[in-house]
């Protein structure tokens, strides 16, 4: 790709950018929210067709002008976007073949598709037959599911836009072997991720994008078995343009008049599936938060961090059994949302696309939805107040956008997730619950984000802050709940924490009377496990 050029209504996304990749390298590219990354791949596979960008792509050395997306896959270019593109219920047969059918005359040959869609399934590695539904597997399988899709195309170029950004550390692992083992194949791959670690682990060289431009490609490996030479801290430095020396900003203690008070206390909380109401998804759960503190809640996949979190605010996940709630102090009711937005609880969700923000509305109106009644006179919204606010938000939390009324689905990850936290911060709440607020954001924007949570601590707010790294966890918080199996199953402090005491905590059994006392020791108690 030479001297590609992009631009938007008020925004140049791509800026002379050039791009090389080698037959059969794996070729990662990196850079902030909103470098460009994903709409220089969408150049690239035709989403963003030729003409509507200036620059040439050659491709086996011979120029191409995509028109389409299926113009591009007959190349054997194909992209696989984070957001998958299957059909949940249609088979992994039919959603691997979908619009490249095996037909006679206009009917499809089942056995045909069968067969073959068997042999690639095999080929990634996945055991489940061609006939079940997309549905009915988890999110590592349905990304396998993608590249058999894409083998199926006979692809040479395959682009995976944050391919593990979903996935948990077993599946992140058998992708990332996936994607050397196609290597070995002779196809080439362009990885576009932010988890730094799995780039120096897997790729043979790093292109750097920052603000549209290109600012340089490293070489990793000579060879797909040497050492990394490039550190992780070579490659932020390329793109945040400075040394992050710290990882995490300095933390200032709250010190007002009711530092340490509790700020929110859960006891005997439970909830079960939504669907199977005999399994417990949360079970028996007691922890407190105070004011000015940043509680951290680990767990892998499946313990119930999410259910808790979701449960807790409003009820909005599961069946409610039994536990309470108190707020400063105070026994609330949260059985709606609104309920417990007004008793100062708010909550940040780990999926802000589909439950965090309209996409199709603007950043002006995401950031007042929490709190139209302050901003309304006799039942009336004050657009004029509303856009003060959302300016100021703006420029406070920058977010990278010309004005307030650009649409949020223009905006980069961590753009849109600093929308997220103004809205929530401009409720003004007591207890604010964050899950997963870094996913899928760079370490620059994870940066700011951590320097806003920290304010929000310093200003008396209690934090409850989930996440699945961590290196996160123990950088941020001042105390962290392990929980496995929907139960909680340790307590650890700041200065006790370790990854490997949090990792055993995370795994424990619980089917023993000492697991059962650390899962029910009274916050800021002295648990055994700890």
Not at 193 to 208: P, Y
Request: negative net charge; charged residues 25%; proline residues 4%.
């Amino acid at each position: 790709m030479r001297g590609i050029t992009k631009t938007f209504p008020g925004v140049t996304a791509l800026s002379d950018v050039n791009l090389t990749v080698r037959a059969g390298e794996i070729h990662a590219v990196c850079g902030e929210n909103g470098a460009g990354k994903s709409t220089l791949v969408k150049v690239l596979s035709g989403v963003h067709p030729h003409g509507s960008y200036e620059g040439e792509i050659l491709f086996g050395g011979e120029p191409c002008a995509f028109k389409d997306i299926r113009a591009s896959e007959q190349r054997g270019i194909v992209i696989i976007h984070q957001e998958l593109a299957l059909v949940p219920y249609l088979s992994l047969a039919e959603n691997i073949f979908l619009g490249n059918e095996h037909a006679h005359r206009g009917v499809i040959s089942w056995g045909e598709t069968m067969r073959r869609a068997d042999a690639l399934l095999k080929r990634v590695g996945l055991p489940d037959k061609p006939q079940t539904r997309i549905a009915d597997i988890g999110v590592g399988k349905q990304q396998l599911v993608e590249i058999a899709k894409a083998l199926s195309k006979e692809v040479k170029l395959l682009i995976l836009d944050e391919p593990t950004a979903a996935l948990n550390d077993e599946d992140s692992r058998k992708l990332l072997e996936l994607i050397q083992e196609l290597r070995g194949q002779g196809i080439a791959c362009i990885v576009i991720s932010h988890k730094l670690n799995e780039i120096r682990q897997i790729a043979d060289s790093v292109t750097i994008l920052r603000d549209g431009r290109t600012i340089e490609t490293l070489t990793v490996r000579e060879q797909p078995d040497d050492e990394p030479e490039i550190s992780e801290d070579r490659i932020i430095r390329g793109m945040v343009g400075r040394d992050l020396d710290q990882r995490f900003p300095p933390r200032t203690p709250y010190t007002g008049e009711n530092a340490g008070q509790v700020a929110m206390a859960v006891s005997g909380w439970t909830v079960r599936h939504p669907i199977d109401h005999q399994r417990k998804v949360v079970d028996d759960v007691s922890l407190e938060v105070r004011r000015g503190e940043i509680l951290g809640i680990a767990g892998l996949m499946g313990a119930g961090r999410t259910e808790l979190a979701m449960s807790l605010f409003g009820r909005s996940y599961g069946v409610y059994e039994g536990g309470t709630v108190s707020v400063g102090g105070r026994d609330v009711l949260t059985r709606t949302v609104p309920e417990a937005i007004a008793h100062g609880i708010a909550y940040v969700t780990e999926d802000r696309k589909t439950y965090g923000l309209n996409l199709i509305d603007d950043i002006n109106r995401n950031i007042s939805l929490a709190s139209l009644s302050g901003l309304a006179r006799r039942g009336v919204v004050d657009e004029h107040e509303e856009r003060r606010v959302a300016e100021r938000y703006r420029k406070s939390m920058n977010i990278k956008a010309p004005t307030v009324h650009e649409q949020v689905q223009r905006l980069s990850g961590g753009n849109q997730q600093k929308v997220v936290l103004s809205k929530w911060i401009h409720a003004e709440p007591d207890v604010l619950i964050l899950d997963e607020p870094t996913r899928g954001i760079d370490v620059g924007a994870k940066y700011e984000i951590y320097t806003v949570i920290d304010k929000l601590a310093a200003d008396g707010k209690a934090v409850v802050f989930i996440s699945s790294e961590l290196p996160e966890l123990l950088g941020m918080c001042d105390r962290i709940y392990t929980m496995s199996a929907g139960r909680l199953t340790g307590e650890v402090t700041r200065e006790d924490a370790t990854q490997e005491l949090l990792m055993r905590h995370m795994t424990e059994s619980l089917d023993t009377s000492t697991t059962t006392k650390s899962a029910t020791t009274p916050a800021g108690g002295t648990s055994d496990k700890s």
